[in-house]
């Protein structure tokens, strides 16, 4: 066969692969797989929290108990006692979550792309943060919403902005109360409370992406919406930054009316997530490992966060203003007006460092002067270094 005619340029491809677009943050991260660059851009959680040994382990158990099962095809929704550790672990007082609401997904990214696939038609409205979660606008760009972004403020999404002319025929309203990515925002519990009221009137399903609520670094944790609403919220967890995110687990609880269509999309996709990954999952975790293992997470994050904070405070200089988060993996750093974070991020690679611009996680109209830095990667000491480097160059744009 001719080589040469196997170029998938020519092939026709689909309007909807044709309006892909790369992701932002992938580009920048094969830069800052480079050794010698100090990145705060990629959102990996640091491989000093893998519980290696213990997941070892388990896949051995597993193995030699259950051998068959762990290596066949296995049912859609997931693995029931899985499926049963998840409802127990969201029941809290009042509220009791069924195993039937939980659906075990492959990452919770995937979670993301099967609402997207169940809920959006071209020209759907779709209700987003300002800015978001650039994985989400992803996964739901492919289904080609109109995206209308809701009012923020430093405490996150503002409920008042949730005007009736705003909501009026939405598919869905995407949030994460908890530790924004990528500004790192905690939602106020009145705030929750408004929310969660939106979603009982029930006109259409508010999504809660939680991936960061058990790295709160003050011991304060604030209701999710789905304890306050657990009939009308869909809410997403995962494992990737409390056990190992190549595990590629997650979970989607919700409504047993909307489990229905998204078994059916998980079935054209995958069928289900791995038999073998679960079942390791759910040995590591059945007696309570993440009790102990979560608060070693958090002991090292907040330090990690410490560290930055005070970099950020030592080293930029007047006009430079960010957050304090109070747990997750991020902060959000707002840049005098005339500074292009796309720009400075040129600069800062050649300086062997890297963040993500803020650009990218605004559904519409982006604001250039911000970024993403996140402190969990990179050890202290060379957090120092990198924020002085990157302060320098903002210095010489003021
Ligand atoms: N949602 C948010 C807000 C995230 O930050 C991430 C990971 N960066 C995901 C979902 C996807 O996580 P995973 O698929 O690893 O569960």
């Known amino acids: 066969m001719n080589q ?13 692969a044709r309006k892909l677009t790369s992701s932002a943050i992938r580009e920048i991260l094969k830069v800052t797989e480079q050794p010698d660059v100090i990145s705060f851009a990629g959102g990996l959680p640091s491989p000093a929290t893998f519980p290696t040994q213990r997941i070892a382990e388990a896949a051995q158990r597993v193995l030699t108990d259950n051998p068959t099962a762990s290596l066949q095809y296995s049912a859609t929704e997931g693995y029931l006692p899985l499926r049963e550790w998840v409802a127990r672990r969201y029941s809290t007082g009042d509220v009791t979550i069924r195993p039937s609401q939980v659906l075990i997904t492959t990452g919770s990214q995937q979670a993301l792309d099967l609402l997207g696939k169940t809920l959006i038609d071209p020209g759907s409205k779709v209700l987003v943060e300002t800015p978001t979660y650039l994985g989400a606008l992803q996964s ?21 902005g949730l005007t009736p002319e705003l909501v009026d025929d939405a598919r869905l309203l995407y949030a994460q109360p908890n530790f924004q990515n990528p500004t790192g925002r905690r939602l106020p519990l009145a705030r929750r409370e408004a929310l ?7 006109a259409f399903p508010v999504i809660e992406d939680d991936p960061y609520g058990a790295l709160d670094y003050r011991g304060t944790p604030l209701p999710t919406l789905l304890s306050l609403a657990p009939e009308h919220i869909v809410h997403l967890g995962t494992f990737s930054k409390v056990l190992a995110p190549g595990l590629r687990l997650g979970y989607l609880i919700g409504p047993e009316t909307l ?14 997530t791995p038999s073998f ?4 999952a759910y040995e590591v975790i059945k007696d309570g490992f993440l009790d102990e293992h979560i608060p070693e997470i958090r002991t090292l994050y907040r330090e990690q966060c410490e560290a930055m904070l005070a970099a950020l405070g030592t080293h930029m200089p007047e006009g430079v203003s960010w957050n304090r988060p109070e747990g997750g993996m991020f902060l959000w750093v707002d840049l005098p007006s005339q500074i292009d974070s796309m720009e400075l991020l040129q600069a800062a690679i050649a300086e062997h460092v890297a963040f993500v611009p803020g650009a990218p996680f605004y559904a519409n109209e982006p604001r250039m002067n911000t970024l993403r830095l996140s402190f969990v990667t990179v050890p202290p000491a060379k957090i120092d270094e990198g924020i002085a480097r990157l302060a320098a160059l903002i210095r010489a744009r003021i």
């Open 277 to 280: 990954t679960q079942r390791v």
């Open 259 to 272: 489990h229905f269509k998204l078994v059916q999309a998980k079935q054209a996709t995958d069928l289900h």
């Open 4 to 16: 040469r005619d196997l170029s998938i340029a020519e092939w026709p491809l689909s309007e909807r």
């Open 196 to 202: 969660a009221a939106l979603a009982r009137e029930g």
């Open 140 to 160: 739901f760009s492919l289904y080609e919403p109109k995206y209308v972004q809701v009012p923020t403020d430093e405490a996150g999404l503002v409920p008042e």
